[in-house]
């Protein structure tokens, strides 16, 4: 087996998936030279030493370093310092190959050609591979302002309360609008938290926000009508990403490629104070992906069915005529992201190979 298609596996390996495509080849191809990708069937999606790795692929440890170190200056593997020392990982294909190399703002004829190369594999396979599955890897989180009048919310339930908590906040263009260039949004919007927004800060391809300017950007995407999103658990958020319906790929999931659970919805629903809906379809006309809002008459109507608990209606009326109520049944939210991802690699049938990858 050649060194491309063996490394290709061991990404399919990932809950995130890496279907078998020519088109992925080529992606792999732009990404990594075939001395590095030599190297990178040695390591882990856990951070292992330089000299671990070297002695694994049976090169020094200076050529081990420097191969390693071009490769996270690219942003096609992680980094992170510990102890003093510098340790390396693979990434998945997202978050991670997708999205890091458009972080910086795109705009190079390479990236355009591996934007246009990314947009033909979500097509062919990878879309239906990262969403095709009954437990999401992201969900819907509301914005505050949507949901004012519930009691108790949880900080996993509401991206403000995300942001407060966090200790480490890193800022960055969106990968699909930068890849896919279908839509004006604002693109300084994802927001990257802990090691994986360091490494990306110290790589060049984003940068160190406070709280209040992270809260500006997430703001900024709401009066835009983008979705929230986050990891689909309850445990610590690691990315919050502002979501389009016409580039993102999170979104196409259920929007274009049909897969009803390619995200969970949060815990809320719209609902309609019709003494209050004046009948401006601001809400089914420009502030709802999903088609859970229509007009009946002179009336907005939620079909909850439908409706993911976004809050983009709530929080676009003028009237204030629409709020978040709590579902009667809520999705459940795995406890951390390490469960999730098991259910996501039993329902796939990845977990054996993705475990004997880790063990490494």
């Known amino acids: 087996m050649d060194m491309f298609e063996r490394f290709r596996e061991m990404l399919d390996a990932h ?59 690219k942003a096609v593997i992680f980094s992170v310092k510990k102890d003093g020392k510098m340790l390396y990982g693979l990434v998945p294909t997202i978050p991670g190959l997708f999205e890091f190399p458009f972080m910086k703002g795109g705009g190079t004829p390479e990236l355009k050609k591996l934007g246009r190369l990314w947009e033909a594999y979500h ?14 890897h992201v969900r819907i989180v509301p914005i505050s302002t949507s949901i004012q009048s519930v009691n108790v919310v949880h900080p996993c339930e509401e991206v403000k309360q995300m942001i407060e908590g966090a200790d480490y906040i890193a800022l960055a263009h969106c990968a699909c609008r930068v890849s896919v260039e279908r839509c004006d949004a604002p693109r300084e919007v994802c927001i990257i938290f802990g090691s994986h927004g360091r490494f990306l800060v110290e790589r060049g391809y984003a940068r160190e926000v406070g709280k209040d300017e992270a809260l500006a950007a997430l703001m900024s995407a709401e009066e835009a009508g983008l979705v929230h999103t986050s990891n689909n658990s309850a445990d610590r958020p690691m990315i919050i990403c502002s979501c389009c319906p016409c580039c993102c790929t999170i979104l196409r999931g259920r929007t274009q490629l049909g897969n009803l659970d390619a995200f969970a919805p949060s815990r809320f629903e719209a609902e309609v104070v019709s003494e209050l809906c004046n009948g401006c379809g601001i809400c089914s ?21 439908r409706c993911t608990g976004c809050g983009l209606c709530v929080s676009g009326c003028p009237e204030k005529a629409i709020r978040l109520k709590e579902r009667a049944v809520a999705p459940e939210i795995p406890k951390t992201a390490i469960e999730m991802a098991m259910k996501v690699m039993q329902e796939k049938g990845t977990l054996e190979r993705f475990m004997h990858i880790m063990q490494r």
Not at 52 to 58: E, P, R, V, Y
């Open 15 to 73: 809950p995130s998936r890496a279907p078998k495509s020519e088109t992925f080849r080529e992606i792999l191809q732009m990404l990594f030279t075939p001395e590095e990708v030599a190297l990178a069937v040695h390591m882990s999606f856990k951070p292992k030493r330089v000299e671990d790795i070297a002695g694994a692929a049976s090169l020094s440890y200076d050529e081990a370093a420097a191969m390693l170190e071009r490769m996270a200056a």
């Open 123 to 136: 097509r062919e396979a990878l879309g239906n591979a990262f969403s095709g599955n009954p437990t999401p």
């Open 285 to 305: 006309d420009r502030r709802c992906f999903f088609g859970a809002v229509h007009l009946d008459g002179d009336k907005a109507v939620v079909a909850q069915e």
